[in-house]
């Protein structure tokens, strides 16, 4: 099956940094990489996500690439602010079943 | 998202008593899906239904159980052989996403179940 893979599991940055976190696949079947935002005691929110005929896609600060070759997709953020402190779940999707990374806890230090 | 809603917020039980989680969706959502959060753990897939009156085991299926009756819900039952039951409770629901081939997923509030 598949497996999601993904780093740092911490991560600390000064307001105004760019932050990036990076996942891996296995599975060269999966064709959707979301990428979620977990709030403490939240449900996970989908805030980006990719489809893999797609290489890059913005949002405003939130960008997510992915490289289909070396199966691995990144979550960047830029000009980061306190609220972008949560926890990030990278996963892979092909048709309806979903495989998720272990997490990123982001803190955005003031 | 705002769809998806699980009942009760939090619910605390007995060992050894079985106890359902609630989860109903409006969205017309095909698939449903729950997984288990553990603090600072990712996401176990517990049971998923792709379809009325049919489901499949996840990862962690021992000591849960499943109904689909109805495509808009999708219950869990917490049975007392589960070892450790206390934890978070997500459930989801997902939907093609266009003509892509692929699906979008998307999670309810949450229950957070306390067994002692």
């Known amino acids: 099956g598949e497996n999601v893979e993904q780093h740092p599991s911490t991560l600390s940055v000064q307001e105004g940094d760019s932050a990036v976190i990076k996942c891996t696949y296995s599975?060269?079947?999966?064709?959707?990489f979301p990428w979620y935002k977990q709030e403490l005691g939240k449900r996970p929110q989908l805030i980006i996500d990719?489809?893999?005929?797609?290489g890059e896609k913005k949002d405003q600060r939130i960008a997510v690439t992915l490289n289909k070759t070396a199966k691995h997709f990144s979550l960047h953020i830029t000009e980061t602010q306190p609220e972008d402190s949560a926890v990030y779940f990278c996963a892979a999707s092909d048709r309806n079943q979903f495989y998720f990374g272990t997490g990123t806890s982001l803190t955005v230090i003031p | 998202d705002g769809g998806i809603t699980q009942s009760p917020k939090y619910l605390f039980r007995k060992e050894g008593q079985n106890v359902t989680l609630s989860c109903e969706q409006n969205?017309?959502?095909?698939?449903m899906y729950w997984y288990r959060q553990d603090p600072g753990q990712g996401l176990r897939l517990i049971y998923y239904?792709?379809?009325?009156?049919?489901?499949q085991k996840g990862d962690i299926a021992e000591g849960y159980s499943v109904s689909r009756e109805k495509k808009e819900s999708f219950p869990l039952t917490v049975t007392s052989a589960q070892k450790n039951p206390t934890a978070f409770y997500l459930c989801?629901?997902?939907?093609?996403?266009?003509?892509?081939?692929?699906?979008?997923?998307?999670f309810g509030p949450g229950t957070r179940l306390t067994v002692t």
């Open positions: 990719i489809r893999s005929n797609v």
């Open positions: 969205l017309n959502h095909d698939a």
């Open positions: 239904s792709q379809i009325v009156n049919d489901f």
């Open positions: 599975d060269s079947a999966s064709n959707y």
């Open positions: 989801a629901s997902s939907i093609r996403a266009g003509t892509s081939g692929s699906y979008e997923q998307y």
